[in-house]
């Protein structure tokens, strides 16, 4: 049998934890918390199955307009995972990214991101990219600001330019893009590294995903040919 070729980057859209809340009459909490206790069981299975790189959406721009009380419960997590949950992330050689913006964030949760970066900078394993306060519009905004900041001139703005100035721009192009509980769209998640991802709607809510159902991400990437318009 041929052996299954690992994609190189899969970015989840990690949707579905208030519906698996509501489902099992829990509060929204206990979703979220289903959720983010998930994620690392997910990501670690993906590396072990040759995943160079995992992202996780989070926690997007627009989720501020949540309740005063699931946000701060939401960072509250945020927090845990760029802290208490290192250790975890080092025993298994993975190195921890966020991407998106640090506007508004409370200087605690930065310092946190600074540290937690650093502290898995030298792990070779895997990557996780945490989008996180993250918008894939703002991401392209923030890279032409910086690109003007720079006094780049026009004629010297390429792709490649753009790419450059992405958050983590060693973050490569997402081979297959996988959104959680049966909803199908992207929803402002990487715009410009999913130009050419392969799309994956999996009907289960996120924490009722599995390790096994990264062995049948892959299997359903290999199907797929990407000719990237050719």
Same mark, same amino acid.
């Given at each position: 049998?041929?052996?299954?070729?690992?994609?190189?980057?899969?970015?989840?859209?990690?949707?579905?934890?208030?519906? &698996?809340?509501?489902?099992?009459?829990?509060?929204?909490?206990?979703?979220?918390?289903?959720?983010?206790?998930?994620?690392?069981?997910?990501?670690?299975?993906?590396?072990?199955?040759?995943?160079?790189?995992?992202?996780?959406?989070?926690? #997007?721009?627009?989720? &501020?307009?949540?309740?005063? *009380?699931?946000?701060?419960?939401?960072?509250?997590?945020?927090?845990?995972?760029?802290?208490? *949950?290192?250790?975890?992330?080092?025993?298994?050689? +993975?190195?921890?990214?966020?991407?998106?913006?640090? *506007?508004?964030?409370?200087?605690?949760?930065?310092?946190?991101?600074?540290?937690?970066? #650093?502290?898995?900078?030298?792990?070779?394993?895997?990557?996780?990219? !945490?989008?996180?306060?993250?918008?894939?519009?703002?991401?392209?905004? *923030?890279?032409?600001?910086?690109?003007?900041?720079?006094?780049?001139?026009?004629?010297? !703005?390429?792709?490649?330019?753009?790419?450059?100035?992405?958050?983590?721009?060693?973050?490569?192009? !997402?081979? +297959?893009?996988?959104?959680?509980?049966?909803?199908?769209?992207?929803?402002?998640?990487?715009?410009?590294?999913?130009?050419?991802?392969?799309?994956?709607?999996?009907?289960?809510? &996120?924490?009722?995903?599995?390790?096994?159902?990264?062995?049948? !991400? +892959?299997?359903?990437?290999?199907?797929?040919?990407?000719?990237?318009?050719?």
């Amino acid at each position: 049998m041929q052996k299954l070729e690992a994609p190189n980057h899969i970015g989840f859209i990690v949707d579905g934890n208030r519906r &698996w809340a509501k489902k099992h009459s829990l509060p929204p909490y206990e979703g979220h918390l289903a959720g983010y206790e998930k994620i690392k069981d997910i990501v670690i299975e993906a590396v072990d199955q040759g995943v160079n790189y995992v992202s996780a959406y989070v926690f #997007s721009t627009e989720n &501020w307009k949540r309740s005063e *009380d699931e946000v701060s419960k939401l960072m509250s997590l945020v927090l845990k995972l760029l802290t208490s *949950d290192l250790p975890i992330l080092n025993k298994h050689n +993975i190195r921890l990214l966020v991407l998106g913006s640090r *506007d508004n964030l409370d200087k605690k949760i930065i310092n946190a991101i600074n540290e937690a970066e #650093s502290k898995t900078a030298n792990n070779t394993a895997g990557t996780l990219a !945490i989008c996180f306060n993250y918008g894939g519009r703002l991401e392209i905004v *923030d890279a032409f600001k910086k690109i003007i900041k720079s006094g780049a001139n026009l004629e010297d !703005i390429d792709e490649n330019m753009i790419e450059q100035n992405l958050y983590a721009p060693e973050v490569p192009s !997402i081979d +297959i893009v996988v959104r959680t509980s049966g909803e199908q769209r992207i929803s402002n998640f990487m715009l410009w590294r999913s130009a050419y991802s392969e799309m994956m709607f999996m009907e289960k809510y &996120w924490p009722e995903m599995e390790k096994k159902d990264v062995k049948l !991400i +892959i299997k359903e990437y290999n199907k797929r040919s990407r000719r990237f318009g050719g």
